[in-house]
């Protein structure tokens, strides 16, 4: 009997609570309300990461196809153009800084260890320097390791400079300065020139060095080989029958200053065309091509 009383009194129940009283009613409703309004924003939230994150997935799918077909038409229009190259491998960007360099300002002190010269200072940041006497004579057909002691022996901070190449009209030898192995391109102030006389004997040299380096903090992805030779063949740099030998990264001058230099990473070629060789740069950041002066072209080739 109990049982059957609170079976029937239940529908009363449900009843009072769903038309009842005014503060039953509004405690419920607004209950519903609420949940009602937080469950749209949930709804709204979860859309719009959704639309955010699809919209990443494209981009970057789109990217890794534009990427894929843009390297993939450069490579057919260099073969139709019978264009031969080598580049790297790995096609992974790598970092590299800005770099800070500041211009030796050379001493009495610093000069004093070199034996058997005519030193002298010009500027404070040049040495001007003439042998006494030289036993060293280049052979006709002259390769960097031939001068590897002598420089060792004879030059401040000789292992700071790589060897660059040979300038028979100017009669000399041109190094350039290194960073971490990697060479400062075309840079006055970080540059070694050796030079010969008549018999190919060794008589002077003149010098200049940057020493303080300092990374700036942040470092960025440069561009591949294979995209700096599509900005090269784009601009006609690079022309058909051409061949284009192994890229070498490295740093040019961004800011030149007397004192100091900022220095940029770039990518140099060698492009070889009916027996010339054409010497190209760009920039490693910014993809764009690295003009010079007819004279510092001069000293480049």
């Known amino acids: 009997m109990f049982l059957t009383s609170s079976f029937w009194s239940l529908p009363g129940t449900i009843s009072t609570l769903a038309h009842g009283s005014g503060s ?3 405690m419920w409703g607004g209950f519903l309300l609420d949940w ?7 709804i709204i939230v979860f859309l719009i990461l959704d639309i955010f994150l699809l919209t990443l997935f494209i981009n970057k799918y789109n990217e890794s196809q534009y990427d894929f077909l843009s390297e993939t038409k450069l ?4 073969k139709v153009d019978n264009i031969k190259y080598e580049l790297p491998l790995s096609k992974d960007p790598e970092k590299q800084p800005y770099i800070n360099a500041i211009t030796k300002a050379f001493t009495a002190e610093d000069i004093k260890e070199l034996k058997d010269q005519s030193v002298e200072i010009i500027d404070s940041t040049m040495i001007s320097s003439k042998f006494e006497e030289s036993e060293y004579v280049l052979s006709e057909k002259f390769k960097p390791e031939e001068l590897t002691d002598f420089i060792n022996k004879n030059i401040l901070n000789g292992d700071a400079y790589s060897f660059w190449g040979v300038d028979e009209e100017q009669q000399r030898i041109l190094y350039y300065q290194n ?3 990697k060479p ?8 070694l020139a050796i030079y010969f006389d008549e018999d190919r004997k060794i008589v002077s040299y003149t010098q200049t060095l940057m020493t303080d380096f300092e990374e700036f903090t942040e470092k960025k992805s440069v561009i591949t080989p294979i995209q700096a030779v599509e900005t090269l063949y784009s601009k006609k740099k690079v022309l058909p029958d051409s061949s284009i030998g192994t890229p070498e990264i490295g740093f040019y001058t961004l800011v030149p200053e007397a004192e100091r230099q900022v220095l940029s990473p770039a990518w140099h070629f060698i492009v070889t065309r009916e027996g010339e060789e054409e010497h190209h740069f760009v920039n490693a950041f910014e993809g ?3 003009e010079f002066t007819n004279t510092e072209k001069e ?3």
């Open 184 to 191: 400062i391109f075309n840079n006055i102030n970080g540059e």
């Open 75 to 78: 490579e057919d229009r260099l």
């Open 24 to 26: 039953s009613q509004k």
């Open 36 to 42: 009602s309004k937080t469950k749209t924003i949930f």
């Open 179 to 181: 960073y971490k192995e």
């Open 299 to 301: 000293i480049l080739e």
């Open 288 to 290: 764009n091509i690295i």
